[in-house]
């Protein structure tokens, strides 16, 4: 009886004097509002290829247009090729990479391709291939997804902090950090 005069004496006045709402009910649903709230925020199973075309494509492409055009005679990032416009460029795009791979990680399941979206060229392997591999390892997929996630956001702290050699380095292992991730789930023949 005590946490529920505790309970009632933290609610609102207008909800203590409401003959409306019990304090019972409106803990009750609370919680219940609070468990499919953390329902709804888990993602559900994941589409890679369309994930890999609508959201990893455009970032790493905006990082490698940056990264391309300033870099120095040994391959760096060179600062003076740099101004504010393109670290927060690198920034950005770095922090949408990271928001993937964290979205991969916290799946609860994934799928290759969509039906609408499996079509490969020549000599490419399937769709029903790629599947076949992620099902044998979903869970070393998403640790390679929070791996990816943890790289994408040193490159973004790298990129706001202007740090011309480390962000350099960060966006060249990047290739390394995809590659590792593809040759095993997409081309490991």
Known sequence: ????????????????GSSMIKPSVFVASTALAFVAASALAQP????????????????????????????????GIDPKLMDGAKWAQVAEAADQLAAVGKDMAGAQGFIAA??????????????AAVQQHIDGDPAGLKQMAAAFADHAQRLATAARAKDAATAGDLIAEMDGVCET?????????
């Open 1 to 16: 009886m005590r946490q529920l005069s505790q309970i009632k004496a933290a609610l609102p006045q207008a909800v203590q």
């Open 44 to 75: 559900a199973t994941l589409d890679v290829r369309a994930t890999m075309q609508q959201r990893v494509n455009p970032a790493m492409m905006a990082i490698w247009d940056v990264g391309n055009n300033a870099l120095n005679d040994e391959g």
């Open 181 to 189: 991730c593809h040759a095993r789930y997409w081309y490991p023949e």
């Open 114 to 127: 969509a039906p609408g979206n499996s079509e490969v060229g020549d000599g490419e392997i399937t769709m």
